[in-house]
């Protein structure tokens, strides 16, 4: 389906026919309404962000007509959002099923061990999953981890002593057995998480160059690393927290933490708010097992707002460049970025 016969549907600008033709093609394939949400929903919010940006603009200096009609232009973009809500109604249940039956068709694969041997001095097992892999590690204890992509957890062959210990690095989602008599280390680079029963998402990649804590139950003390096996803490969280590490000090305490958000990439999805650019380009990297050539560095001057679910890198880049200035080619597994000069 030609895409642009689809955003003349979006802004009611084609005939009876090709809005038949449109809806036939929607109809015939759960990708196909999938990618023509996407693309309505990033219409509608790019537009309503330039109608914003221009009244804003204009309030202390247009004249009251101008304001008046701007303010109409808006309405009219709501009203057309509402339309076309109404418009994908009939499919709008069939789409949410077959999100549900794909998840479940779709379950997150179960991880191997990659190092073959346990490390024999340390009697441990290094858990690692490339890019483009998420997957699920059941550990000694029956706490379950849920590795992100190029993530590395290394825990021994079996707890042992008066604490569960682990090495982590990458981003996962805990879920560990409480035991108030036996709790869990898991040591980042920028410091220490302490457990003894609860569910959190720890993400901490070289890259960021800081470790972040979000806490969905229970609770977790945050500590440095020399206070390891020690009392002193830095700080404790309560549900709906995150915690900021970095170079073994607490550098940020968010209360009221987008949970959901934190946690969203374990449900295949990937969330951009406001996101800058290189940092786009690092998640696809790691989601997609890709690699991204930049070939105009003003790429990076954009910031990127979207939520994409189970898209493969082209679909997504074909996204990012209908709503913004940024063009790409792909060639084998390599995206080439630059600015579109048209």
Same mark, same amino acid.
């Not at 919010?45 to 004249?63: H, R, V």
């Given at each position: 389906?030609?895409?642009g016969?689809?955003i003349r549907?979006?802004d009611? &600008?084609?005939?009876?026919?090709?809005?038949?033709?449109?809806?036939?093609?929607?109809?015939?394939?759960?990708?196909?309404?999938?990618?023509?949400?996407?693309?309505?929903?990033? #219409?509608?919010?790019?537009?309503?962000?330039?109608?914003?940006?221009? #009244?804003?603009?204009?309030?202390?200096k247009?004249?009251?007509?101008?304001?008046?009609?701007?303010?109409?232009i808006?309405?009219?973009?709501?009203?057309?959002a509402? %339309?076309?809500?109404?418009?994908v109604?009939?499919?709008?249940?069939?789409?949410?099923?077959?999100?549900?039956? &794909?998840?479940?068709?779709?379950?997150?694969e179960?991880?191997k061990v990659?190092?073959?041997?346990?490390?024999?001095?340390?009697?441990?097992?290094?858990?690692?999953t490339?890019?483009?892999?998420?997957?699920?590690?059941?550990?000694?204890d029956?706490?379950?981890v849920?590795?992100?992509?190029?993530?590395?957890?290394?825990?021994?062959e079996?707890?042992?002593?008066?604490?569960r210990e682990c090495d982590?690095?990458?981003?996962?989602?805990?879920?560990?057995?409480?035991?108030k008599?036996?709790?869990?280390?898991?040591?980042?680079?920028?410091?220490?998480?302490?457990v003894l029963?609860?569910?959190?998402?720890l993400?901490?990649?070289?890259?960021d160059?800081?470790?972040?804590?979000t806490? #969905?139950?229970?609770?977790?003390?945050i500590?440095?690393?020399?206070?390891k096996?020690?009392d002193?803490?830095?700080?404790?969280?309560k549900p709906k927290?995150?915690?900021?590490?970095?170079d073994?000090? %607490? #550098?940020?305490h968010?209360v009221?933490?987008?949970?959901?958000?934190?946690?969203?990439?374990?449900?295949?999805?990937?969330?951009?708010?406001?996101?800058?650019?290189?940092?786009v380009?690092?998640e696809?990297?790691?989601?997609?097992?890709?690699n991204?050539?930049v070939?105009?560095?003003?790429?990076?001057?954009?910031n990127?707002?979207?939520?994409?679910?189970?898209?493969?890198?082209?679909e997504?880049?074909?996204?990012?460049?209908?709503?913004?200035?940024?063009?790409?080619?792909m060639?084998? &597994?390599?995206?080439y970025?630059?600015?579109?000069?048209?």
């Amino acid at each position: 389906m030609d895409k642009g016969l689809i955003i003349r549907f979006i802004d009611g &600008d084609c005939t009876d026919q090709e809005k038949e033709q449109v809806l036939s093609w929607i109809g015939a394939d759960t990708r196909n309404k999938a990618y023509f949400e996407d693309l309505r929903n990033l #219409i509608i919010k790019t537009k309503l962000a330039s109608y914003d940006t221009a #009244i804003a603009e204009s309030s202390a200096k247009a004249p009251k007509e101008k304001k008046s009609r701007l303010g109409r232009i808006a309405r009219l973009a709501l009203a057309s959002a509402a %339309a076309l809500a109404l418009i994908v109604s009939v499919l709008s249940n069939l789409y949410l099923a077959g999100k549900v039956r &794909d998840a479940r068709e779709n379950p997150l694969e179960v991880l191997k061990v990659l190092d073959g041997e346990s490390l024999r001095d340390m009697r441990s097992i290094v858990y690692h999953t490339e890019k483009g892999v998420r997957s699920r590690v059941v550990l000694p204890d029956g706490s379950v981890v849920v590795l992100n992509s190029d993530s590395r957890l290394t825990v021994p062959e079996s707890f042992s002593g008066n604490y569960r210990e682990c090495d982590f690095s990458g981003e996962a989602y805990f879920d560990v057995v409480p035991n108030k008599d036996f709790p869990m280390i898991v040591s980042t680079a920028n410091g220490v998480i302490e457990v003894l029963g609860t569910k959190f998402n720890l993400r901490s990649y070289a890259s960021d160059g800081a470790t972040s804590a979000t806490l #969905i139950s229970g609770k977790i003390k945050i500590k440095a690393a020399g206070d390891k096996y020690s009392d002193r803490y830095l700080m404790e969280l309560k549900p709906k927290e995150t915690a900021i590490l970095r170079d073994g000090r %607490a #550098i940020k305490h968010i209360v009221n933490a987008d949970t959901v958000r934190a946690t969203a990439w374990k449900d295949g999805l990937l969330i951009f708010d406001a996101t800058p650019m290189s940092q786009v380009i690092s998640e696809l990297e790691r989601w997609h097992g890709c690699n991204f050539v930049v070939r105009d560095s003003s790429v990076l001057n954009y910031n990127i707002t979207a939520k994409f679910d189970s898209k493969s890198v082209l679909e997504i880049m074909d996204m990012i460049r209908f709503c913004s200035p940024v063009d790409f080619r792909m060639a084998n &597994d390599t995206v080439y970025l630059k600015i579109s000069r048209k």
